[in-house]
């Protein structure tokens, strides 16, 4: 009941680690303090004091198979603190927390403008409130239970990398009309003016056209759309493909490219950058 801090990797890959009771005394946490303790398992309460949980704190805890509770202490949560914690069903924030509020079991901000985390085992449909400015990084990371459309409101004006990254039951991305960052069609969510595309859902089938004035794709735009088949085409105006835009797209036949494009190229199907030297 002396310990105020617990440093960074202090009980990481703890496997055999199977319940964790924070001391009333604790006030923050360190870096992946207590990453793939795999063991942990059942609800997580984390003790009014608590000021800062560091980045990765219960990364990778897969076995945490209900609600984290948090203070009202709590004001800074580190990035990852509960990635890969994929069985997690609730979040619920002390009414009088400063910073942070849950509402339907989801991790807000305390006026509800940015969402930081959907727990990945919620499961359904779920309509993102309209005041929802801010879609977080990873913030519905391995929601693999939920189906149906999902709606970008439209006060949506950012979606950090790697949102909807193994959302595998989504149907369609839609995005309200109003909204002047974003649009969708045909499922896929694009930048407004269709130039970026930012997710298509994995369950899309079919030969996919980029539109003519593409300028990128995001991280792991097309990540794991199996039922994608035929041949990919690159305009001319691609400038820029994110990290594992096309992972594990394995019905893709092959690759071209626009002979216009100064970015990239193809041969023989294959993808590379201009000059073929990667």
């Known amino acids: ?32 303090a207590f990453a793939y303790c795999s063991g942990i398992y059942g609800n997580l309460t984390i003790p009014n ?26 004001i800074n949560l580190g990035m990852y603190c509960f990635l890969e914690c994929n069985n997690l069903t609730s979040f619920a924030v002390n009414t009088s927390n400063p910073s942070y509020a849950s509402l ?6 305390k006026n509800l403008d940015t969402l930081f985390i959907c727990p990945a085992a919620k499961a359904g449909t779920f309509t993102i409130p309209n005041s929802v400015k801010l879609i977080g990084s990873h913030a519905f990371y391995n929601c693999s239970k939920l189906t149906g459309t999902l709606n970008i409101p439209q006060y949506t004006d950012y979606i950090g990398y790697y949102a909807f990254y193994g959302c595998s039951q989504l149907s369609a991305y839609t995005a309200n009309a109003l909204n002047p960052y974003f649009s969708a069609e045909n499922g896929i969510l694009y930048s407004k003016t269709k130039d970026r595309v930012v997710i298509c859902p994995t369950t899309k089938t079919g030969n996919i056209i980029l539109p003519a004035n593409t ?19 690159l305009p001319a105006s691609v400038q820029f493909l994110g990290e594992y835009a096309f992972y594990n797209c394995a019905g893709i036949s092959g690759f071209t490219v626009d002979a216009a494009n100064l970015f990239f190229s193809a041969v ?8 073929l030297d990667y």
Do not use: R
């Open 49 to 74: 004091g608590v000021t800062t949980l560091g980045d990765g704190t219960f990364y990778g805890c897969y076995n945490l198979t209900g609600t984290v509770t948090m203070p009202a202490s709590l």
């Open 104 to 109: 339907n079991n989801v991790l807000y901000s």
């Open 268 to 275: 023989d199907g294959v993808l590379f950058n201009k000059s």
């Open 215 to 233: 300028l990128g794709l995001d991280p792991g735009a097309f990540n794991n759309c199996m039922g994608i088949t035929g041949n990919m085409h």
């Open 1 to 32: 009941s002396t310990v105020k801090h617990i440093a960074n990797s202090a009980f990481e890959n703890c496997y055999n680690l199977t319940t964790v009771t924070l001391p009333t005394s604790l006030i923050s946490t360190g870096t992946y």
